[in-house]
């Protein structure tokens, strides 16, 4: 098998051997339904009580405030119909431009339903303005969502103090805390978050996990209407396995917060030092704003994203772009959209997401790959270095619209 | 991850024909950075023969806007101008195997930007070349004329704005040129369905021949003082007479060539019979 150089953890991580290892008894041994009556069952519910603890331990919550969920997405569904459902008489949603999709195309469908939803603008930097956040708030408002930090960038957004404005007039506020978890330290027992939405195969435990924080006493309308499973707050036979997986990348991320922010962050600032010293015509994304320490957003100016990857994906190297081509869509991402990131440079941006797998070796290796690749695609480009834009006025004068 | 063919992906990785030709004797640009691709084409052209001697591409896009353009200056090399402007996008998709369907736009770049070049060289040696009637911008985002749009329209059958902004990128930006790009699809579709005329009834057919006689064929007449009126219909033969100016103009015959049979046989199908009595 060829080489792989695994540079995309915001999109999903590797199971970590030991989740996987916990998990495995679950399967043909411990296999009970945590709600049956019998010894059998019961013995299965004290590891559904034992991962929530440990989630509770690093998300510094109660583990009463842990309900599990299929995944981020289902959290993020479940917090803002939760929020609409108990506050009826409320039609006004506040959010950000440069939320996930999960969140982002919610509200958008939403608003097709009656809500009035609010997008709270970025700077070119990426971040939100609370001021913004004050200005937006009304009594209409029925919840807040602004996510914790951005997968595309990794700034990190000042979600404690939106909580606190939130408190103070009276609204609920949820965090997609999707990426943010497990790579900062948390403690959500000394904030005014209402809701926070987590994702397991961002930490290292498998897809199809996720979980819920709803803060004790704000009231809860489940979105999964059924059993009485998670204390009512969300139907469906438990995913023990997978939970029981989740403890474990809990109590792993928990562990590893420091070397994350030390060791991951240090190989994340030596990629983005030597891409500086290597390649000319780049620019980092966010880099004036704070950010995960682990992720880089890196726009190379006069080529295109997606045959940056595919070419860096020849050489077994994993990375992911905002490129408008990579998706099919024709405009660069919402996020860089949103931060005005100027065209020369958007359509060539490419997301470097590192994790305490990667090693400094992998960085050099990348590096030195990258920079043939840029180098090898600004040789086919009309535009690169200093040439002129042939086409940049004919269509500069056509503002894209949003 | 797109599902690319094996050719198409060895035409990315190792582009032939890249650079730019010094000196060229025709240039064709397209594209631009904002719009997220462009291509340079170079030519070098036999002046007696006018065949393509040499041709070289510059590409700023994805993987397949840079193999389109590679295979583009692989297949117009040694034909003439007259040959390679009869290339069409979907022979550049073919020729690398099929793209998938929202990357054919960069088959058509390809194709733009020869057409591009194709008028620079004429425009060049002083020849003056129709122009086309549609160069309305009809997406000011992607700047895509009304003509591009027909053009894949018709080379490619597309039925929806959907499939329209896949092969032009008209659409795809702002999206405020949707219902537009709607209309031009459904105009140019209203001409071109088959109606089976045959197997109508006596009434179906008299409506149908009254609504183009009246929507499209006599306003045109009537700028001349004529007029055309349905005589009777038997079977697939519509007898029609020519009144007003109409009757006794002496190029009448032709205008009935040109306009009469012309329109009836485009709105209803090439199996009918229009005659004068």
């Given at each position: 098998m060829q080489r792989i150089v695994y540079f995309d953890n915001n999109a999903t991580t590797k199971v970590d051997e030991e989740v996987k290892k916990e998990m495995e008894?679950?399967?043909?041994?411990?296999?009970?339904?945590?709600?049956?009556?019998h010894y059998f069952g019961g013995q299965v519910q004290k590891y559904l009580d034992l991962s929530r603890q440990k989630i509770s331990e690093l998300l510094g919550c109660?583990?009463?405030?842990i309900i599990f969920t299929s995944c981020g997405t289902e959290s993020d569904s479940s917090a803002i119909y939760s929020a609409l459902k108990t506050n009826p008489d409320k039609r006004h949603i506040i959010t950000t431009a440069v939320e996930h999709p999960a969140v982002l195309n919610l509200c958008k469908h939403l608003e097709t339903q009656g809500f009035r939803v609010t997008y709270l603008k970025v700077d070119e930097n990426g971040m939100i303005d609370l001021k913004d956040l004050e200005n937006a708030?009304?009594?209409?408002?029925?919840v807040v969502s602004i996510m914790w930090a951005n997968n595309e960038t990794g700034v990190i957004y000042p979600v404690e103090k939106a909580a606190e404005i939130c408190k103070k007039r009276g609204v609920l506020f949820h965090t997609d805390a999707v990426q943010a978890v497990g790579k900062i330290p948390i403690n959500?027992?000394?904030?005014?978050?209402?809701m926070l939405s987590i994702s397991g195969h961002k930490i290292h435990a498998p897809k199809g996990i996720g979980v819920l924080y709803v803060r004790k006493g704000v009231k809860f309308s489940p979105f999964l209407i059924g059993g009485h499973q998670e204390r009512g707050r969300r139907a469906g036979t438990e995913n023990v396995p997978y939970i029981a997986g989740l403890g474990k990348a809990a109590e792993l991320a928990l562990k590893n917060m420091e070397k994350e922010n030390t060791y991951v962050k240090n190989l994340r600032d030596m990629l983005e030092k030597k891409i500086s010293e290597n390649i000319p015509n780049i620019k980092i994304n966010g880099l004036n704003s704070p950010r995960l320490p682990n992720t880089s957003s890196v726009s190379f100016g006069y080529v295109e994203g997606e045959s940056i990857l595919l070419l860096l994906s020849e050489k077994g190297i994993c990375a992911s772009t905002g490129s408008a081509c990579s998706s099919g869509s024709l405009e660069p991402s919402h996020v860089l959209m949103a931060m005005n990131i100027p065209f020369t440079y958007a359509h060539g941006t490419v997301r470097f997401s590192l994790s305490v797998y990667n090693t400094e070796e992998e960085v050099d290796y990348v590096v030195r790959e990258l920079a043939d690749v840029i180098k090898k695609l600004r040789e086919i480009?009309?535009?690169?270095?200093?040439?002129?834009?042939?086409?940049l006025d004919v269509c500069e004068t056509h503002k894209h619209h949003h | 991850m797109w599902n690319y063919t094996e050719k198409m992906m060895e035409y990315f990785k190792n582009p032939k024909n890249v650079g730019e030709i010094e000196n060229p004797d025709a240039v064709g640009e397209v594209g631009s950075i904002v719009c997220g691709d462009a291509l340079k084409l170079t030519l070098r052209i036999d002046e007696k023969t006018h065949k393509i001697i040499d041709a070289k591409f510059k590409t700023f896009g994805c993987a397949s806007a840079i193999a389109s353009s590679s295979v583009l200056t692989e297949m117009i090399k040694g034909k003439t101008l007259e040959e390679a402007s009869k290339i069409t996008n979907q022979d550049i998709a073919d020729y690398l195997g099929g793209l998938p369907e929202q990357k054919m736009h960069c088959s058509v770049m390809g194709m733009e930007a020869l057409e591009a070049a194709i008028e620079n060289y004429y425009t060049k040696k002083g020849v003056k070349r129709i122009i086309g009637e549609q160069e309305r911008v009809v997406c000011k985002c992607f700047n895509v004329t009304e003509k591009t749009i027909l053009k894949a329209i018709e080379l490619n059958n597309l039925k929806t704005v959907d499939e329209v902004t896949h092969f032009t990128k008209a659409g795809g930006g702002c999206g405020g040129c949707k219902g537009e790009i709607e209309k031009i699809i459904k105009d140019f579709w209203a001409g071109k369905e088959k109606i089976d005329?045959?197997?109508?009834t006596v009434v179906e057919k008299i409506k149908i021949v009254e609504r183009i006689l009246n929507e499209d064929i006599n306003p045109k007449l009537k700028a001349d003082g004529g007029f055309l009126e349905l005589v009777d219909i038997e079977g697939n033969k519509i007898k029609v007479k020519f009144l007003g100016a109409c009757s006794t103009c002496p190029s009448a015959g032709l205008t009935f060539k040109d306009v009469v049979q012309k329109d009836l046989k485009n709105k209803i199908n090439g199996e009918i019979e229009v005659v004068l009595v």
């Open positions: 008894i679950f399967f043909t041994e411990l296999y009970a339904n945590p709600s049956s009556m109660l583990p009463e405030e708030l009304t009594r209409d408002t029925a959500l027992s000394k904030t005014d978050i209402d480009s009309p535009f690169a270095d200093g040439k002129p834009l042939f086409g | 005329f045959n197997s109508m």
